[in-house]
């Protein structure tokens, strides 16, 4: 970042002017839940400090080739929901000093991406994608095709006595990591059936 300061007319434009205004609209954006400007926002915000690193002499190169076809996929998946007209569901990405994505994906479409992503960058024996349970990068809740079913199922049948969402999917992950018995597991304190007066 010293090299940044010291050499890059970039930086200097971008805290005099886009930083201010970007972190303004981005506050307008979270409040009013505006998710098609908060993913804009942050790309815009992602490619700017990618591009003031890249004006940096010597250039602080982060991104790689995969970063960008990463950035590509985003822009052609969230160009498909803009035709639908589903800007609630589009992704965005931002990268920080390195050549990894984050993505943000809304609940609505994660099992979708979350097949896309691995047909669009197959896993190659030396640098795996891995997009599991077993993968600490891939954060959230975790995806089968089965659980929204199952799911569903539980609340059709149980109606507001079935298990939470979290808790459904907790569960279906013990049971994917080879669990056997049906029993809680055992643990101090008051059981769930005992109240106070």
């Known amino acids: ?33 505006d998710w098609s400007s908060f993913c804009d926002l942050t790309m815009a915000d992602s490619n700017e400090m990618h591009a003031v690193a890249l004006n940096t002499f010597p250039p602080c190169v982060y991104m790689n080739d995969t970063s960008h076809a990463i950035a590509d996929f985003v822009h052609q998946y969230n160009a498909i929901k803009i035709k639908e007209e589903k800007e609630e569901q589009k992704i965005c990405y931002t990268f920080d000093a390195g050549p990894n994505a984050c993505l943000f994906i809304p609940g609505k479409v994660i099992e979708e991406v979350s097949i896309l992503l691995p047909r669009c960058f197959p896993a190659s024996n030396s640098n795996s994608v891995n997009i599991s349970k077993n993968n600490p990068y891939w954060q959230g809740i975790p995806i089968t095709n089965t659980n929204p079913s199952t799911l569903k199922i539980l609340r059709k049948a149980f109606g507001e006595q079935a298990s939470s969402r979290i808790r459904t999917f907790a569960r279906f992950r013990r049971f994917k990591d080879s669990r056997g018995s049906v029993e809680d597991d055992k643990h101090s304190g008051r059981p769930l059936s005992c109240t106070t007066s």
């Open 1 to 33: 970042m010293r090299r940044s300061v010291e050499t890059s007319s970039f930086l200097k434009c971008r805290f005099e002017t886009s930083v201010t205004e970007r972190i303004e609209k981005m506050l307008k954006a979270i409040k009013t839940k």
